[in-house]
């Protein structure tokens, strides 16, 4: 099925660890997002991209690293997990226009311990 | 910078209840406006969305009316079911801005709770 596809959707990681959250898309969109959902605060933005090779931050991007070399990808990098990480991970994209709205993954939930 | 208010959960409700749910934005411009529907333990899915001022947007009995006069887009449904129990998001693009980077911008979400 065409959509945001995320791995894993659930993960549990110690202090320190790093690890990587994948994100694919098979819509040939040029945006993609990374969002943190937190209890009382929404959604956040982390990082984003505009085209592949072409990233830049969003509002919470301390601590997490990103790259795209394909349209198809976007993995998000913890480069040193901290419990204050622990959330829920949603991945998205879009096309150029915006106007029709994210596609959204089915999110990672994360427990940094 | 742009930013989206909406009124604070949870909201309860009785089945068949009208639904009213708040959202106020600040942003320059003319940007897009969308409500997206959480349902418990999965993804954000796009409920109903509207490009320009007086547009309205609407979904499986759901609306919404972009007005830039007061810079609201209020979502609304006559009549509730217990299967509309969700999170309810509203959020902006920015789109619409000359050399824009298309960033969704999103409220805290607000909880509907439907009791039959």
């Known amino acids: 099925n065409a959509g945001v596809t995320q791995t894993p959707k659930f993960q549990v990681l110690k202090t320190g660890q790093s690890m990587t959250l994948q994100c694919a898309q098979d819509m040939n969109h040029e945006y993609m997002s990374w969002y943190r959902q937190d209890p009382g605060m929404g959604l956040r933005l982390i990082h984003y991209s505009v085209g592949a090779g072409i990233t830049d931050q969003g509002e919470v991007p301390n601590g997490y690293n990103v790259s795209r070399s394909t349209t198809e990808d976007f993995p998000l990098r913890l480069l040193s997990a901290a419990p204050s990480q622990t959330s829920v991970y949603f991945c998205?994209?879009?096309?150029?226009?915006?106007?029709?709205?994210?596609?959204f993954g089915s999110g990672t939930r994360l427990t940094v311990v | 910078g742009n930013s989206v208010t909406q009124m604070e959960g949870p909201v309860t409700l009785s089945e068949e209840a009208f639904l009213t749910i708040n959202c106020t934005y600040t942003a320059t411009g003319y940007p897009s406006l969308f409500w997206y529907v959480q349902y418990p333990g999965e993804g954000l899915q796009l409920l109903l969305k509207a490009t320009k001022a007086d547009d309205k947007g609407s979904n499986k009995g759901f609306e919404a009316t972009y007005r830039k006069e007061t810079t609201s887009f209020h979502l609304e449904k006559g009549s509730v079911q217990v299967s509309d129990s969700a999170v309810y998001f509203c959020a902006l693009s920015d789109w619409n801005y000359g050399g824009a980077t298309n960033k969704l911008i999103f409220g805290t979400g607000t909880l509907l709770a439907v009791q039959p």
């Open positions: 998205a994209s879009t096309d150029g226009q915006g106007v029709y709205g994210y596609t």
